[in-house]
Structures are given as structure tokens and as C-alpha cells.
């Protein structure tokens, strides 16, 4: 059964105005979504009524066929996780308790997390090379070390649909490499992956489905090889840019002409 359905999906913060709309995608287990889009078109916005936290104005979201709005907080929670672009944290939690956040849905109500919790965060960061943060408060860390903490966070959720939010913006490019990997190697274990980025590359490396999301509120879907083209990107962002083919890779990469 297809693991996310999004049909004729529509949404408005004011009436007057409606960020996108009619919204149609299906993703499976173990598939990789990249949306693209300008500054301001909703990507961030149709991100969060996918997870639950915005209630779209019109349209239905199905997670294995049954309505998200069906789904208590915590059966969703079991289900999908989402590493936001910001983060708004100031209660000097430290960084393993922020990360044992994510087991939240698996306790019981004022059950404290296990030793097993603890065991599997200290591996994440481990596999990270991140254990000297383990004491820091999370509000003291850098942009690029707070994605990344966020993301081992969501892992923690243990999610069949994950959803990161320009999750490469704040990261350097061993660890945007470190990134890409990663997601490769979520989506071997059939997780589904549903991603924001501003930059093309991202979308050719991972070569996934694409959703172009216009300043019209229209989400165009496709493969990467329709959809990540000079003419569409040109169009997409009203700039000139170019594809060229790296034979010893066998895909495009993007070049913004200037
Ligand atoms: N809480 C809010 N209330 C009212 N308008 C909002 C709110 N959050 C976002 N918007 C507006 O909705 C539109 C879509 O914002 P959104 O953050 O989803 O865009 P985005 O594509 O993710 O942008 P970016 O690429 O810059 O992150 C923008 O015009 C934004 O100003």
C-alpha cells in the first residue's frame, strides 16, 4: 500500500491569500521526494500539514490509507518525524535530552527513557562523531550542529516517513556528503524520505522524485530527468543557469550563470 497519499490539497494562513493549492503526491516506503521551489512559495508551509502541525484549508493527507487527522499525537509521532528549518529552544536542555525527545512516543506517561534509549542515542552520535556535544546546552550549539543533533533526534522517532526541511542549508559539505549518504541509506531500509532544498544538485545526486513548487501555489510532479532541466529550473526561478552532464557520475550537475 502506498505510505503517504496527498490529495487535493490546498492552504490559506488568511483568507485572502492561499499559499498552494490542489496538492496531489504519493510517496512509498523506501522512496526519496525532493520539493524545490523560490523563497516564500510554501514549501515549509505543505512540509508541516504533512506532519499534522497545520490543518490544511481543503484536501486529505493518508498515511497506509487511513486520514492523519484519525491519528492521535502519538500513534502520528510513531509514524512520521520532522526536522524543521528552525529550531526555537531556550531551556538549556542539554543535547541528550533533547535527542531522548524522540523516544517520547514509545514511553508511557511520566516513564523516564530507558538505558536502551540512551544506548541507541550515544550510537547515533557516536556514528556522527558528535559524542563532546552529548553535555552541551542544545541552544549553545552552532546552526550546522543543531541540524544535525535534530536529525539524529528524528531518527530516534524511529519514523516511516521522514521530513527534513532544507536540511543541508546550515551543513558544510563533508557533512551535507555525510547527509546524502545517510538518506540513501534510510531509504535502503525502506524508509520514506521527503526532503526541501534551494539547490538542484541535491535533487540530481539523489536522483528522486521531484516536486517543483511554483510562486502560482501549483506543485508540479515528476522525475528527476522530466523535472530538473534547464527550461524548468529556468522558469521555476527566473534565472539563466545550465545542466552539464558528468560522464564519470552518469548525471547532470547545476551551474547558475553569472
Ligand atoms: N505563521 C504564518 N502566518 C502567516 N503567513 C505565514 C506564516 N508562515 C509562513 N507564512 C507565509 O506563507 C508563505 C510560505 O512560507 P513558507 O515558509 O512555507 O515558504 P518556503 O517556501 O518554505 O520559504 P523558504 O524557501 O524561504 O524557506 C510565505 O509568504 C510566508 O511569508
Do not use: W
Not at 484549508?57 to 520532522?82: C, M, P, W, Y
Request: charged content about 15%.
Amino acid at each position: 500500500m502506498t505510505l503517504l497519499t496527498v490529495t487535493n490539497l490546498s492552504f490559506s494562513y488568511h483568507k485572502s491569500s492561499t499559499v498552494f493549492h490542489d496538492v496531489n503526491l504519493s510517496l512509498e516506503a523506501g522512496e526519496v521526494f525532493t520539493i524545490l521551489g523560490p523563497n516564500g512559495v510554501g514549501k515549509s508551509t505543505l512540509l508541516q500539514c504533512l506532519c499534522g502541525l497545520l490543518t490544511p484549508t481543503k484536501g486529505e493527507i493518508s498515511l497506509n490509507g487511513q486520514n492523519i487527522s484519525d491519528f492521535t499525537h502519538r500513534q502520528l509521532a510513531r509514524q512520521v518525524a520532522i526536522v524543521p528549518q528552525n529550531y526555537h529552544i531556550n531551556s538549556g536542555i542539554t543535547v541528550m535530552d533533547y535527542l531522548l525527545t524522540g523516544r517520547t512516543p514509545y514511553l508511557s506517561l511520566l516513564q523516564m527513557p530507558t538505558k536502551k534509549d540512551h544506548e541507541i542515542a550515544e550510537q547515533y552520535l557516536t556514528e556522527f562523531n558528535l559524542n563532546t556535544l552529548k553535555n552541551r546546552s542544545f541552544s549553545s550549539l552552532s546552526g550546522g550542529q543543531q541540524q544535525l543533533i535534530a536529525i539524529i533526534k528524528s531518527l530516534l522517532q524511529e519514523p516511516k516517513l521522514l521530513i527534513l526541511d532544507e536540511p543541508m542549508a546550515a551543513l558544510d559539505i563533508s557533512r551535507q556528503y555525510e547527509l546524502l549518504k545517510l538518506i540513501k541509506r534510510l531509504a535502503n531500509k525502506h524508509i520514506a524520505i521527503l526532503l526541501t532544498t534551494h539547490l538542484p544538485d541535491h535533487a540530481l545526486m539523489l536522483n528522486t522524485k521531484i516536486g517543483l513548487l511554483s510562486t502560482s501555489g501549483t506543485l508540479t510532479t515528476g522525475s528527476t530527468d522530466d523535472l530538473i532541466t534547464k527550461e524548468r529550473l529556468e522558469e521555476l526561478y527566473k534565472i539563466p543557469l545550465n545542466l552539464t552532464y558528468l560522464p564519470e557520475l552518469h548525471r547532470y550537475t547545476c551551474q547558475i550563470l553569472i
